[in-house]
């Protein structure tokens, strides 16, 4: 796979909006990120919880967000798309290793058990579960464990550039 190897890299100028749709370059890519942009809002790890007040573990990421496309970050099936009162619409995706958790959306544009190749549009965001405003909870589950997200995919990225 070495030399033909695409990573997603998102382009500045013009070009950027076609970039919103879930279009055919984008099926090149081996690891993506989730949104188009990446302006985190509350990071991975400990924290207070703006609607409860209380210090708890977040397992994942917040993305801000406004009715955005959401994007698998690698190839992987579908296995869960539920609801609670605390991810609202959410969607599990099962990769080779590892397990991502996209939350808070408003649509999902994929059926569990489907088979998803990565930078395929899965979702929109939207503000369902306990938010305070519209954002993409994003998490990685690895083995039995959450780690960060994005230190987990740019190792992803520099794995697959390397191999």
């Not at 990120?33 to 400990?46: E, K, M, N, R, V």
């Not at 703006?50 to 955005?68: E, K, M, P, Q, V």
């Not at 290793?97 to 088979?115: E, I, N, Q």
């Not at 369902?128 to 994003?138: D, I, M, N, P, S």
Request: aromatic share 8%; net charge positive.
């Amino acid at each position: 796979m070495a030399g033909n190897s695409h990573i997603c890299r998102r382009k500045s100028g013009p070009s950027q909006q076609s970039l919103r749709r879930p279009v055919k370059a984008l099926a090149l890519c081996l690891i993506c990120l989730p949104l188009y942009s990446l302006h985190i809002t509350s990071p991975f790890g400990q924290r207070k919880h703006l609607l409860t007040g209380l210090y708890s573990f977040h397992n994942g990421i917040d993305l801000r967000a406004r009715s955005d496309t959401v994007y698998a970050v690698a190839d992987g099936r579908l296995s869960i798309v539920a609801y609670d009162r605390a991810l609202g619409i959410h969607v599990v995706i099962r990769h080779q290793g590892f397990s991502t958790v996209y939350g808070h959306l408003s649509r999902v544009l994929a059926f569990p058990g489907a088979d998803l190749s990565a930078g395929e549009a899965i979702g929109i965001t939207g503000k369902t579960g306990r938010v305070t405003a519209e954002h993409l909870h994003f998490s990685i589950r690895s083995g039995n464990r959450w780690v960060e997200p994005l230190a987990f995919i740019f190792k992803l990225i520099n794995n697959k550039y390397h191999e």
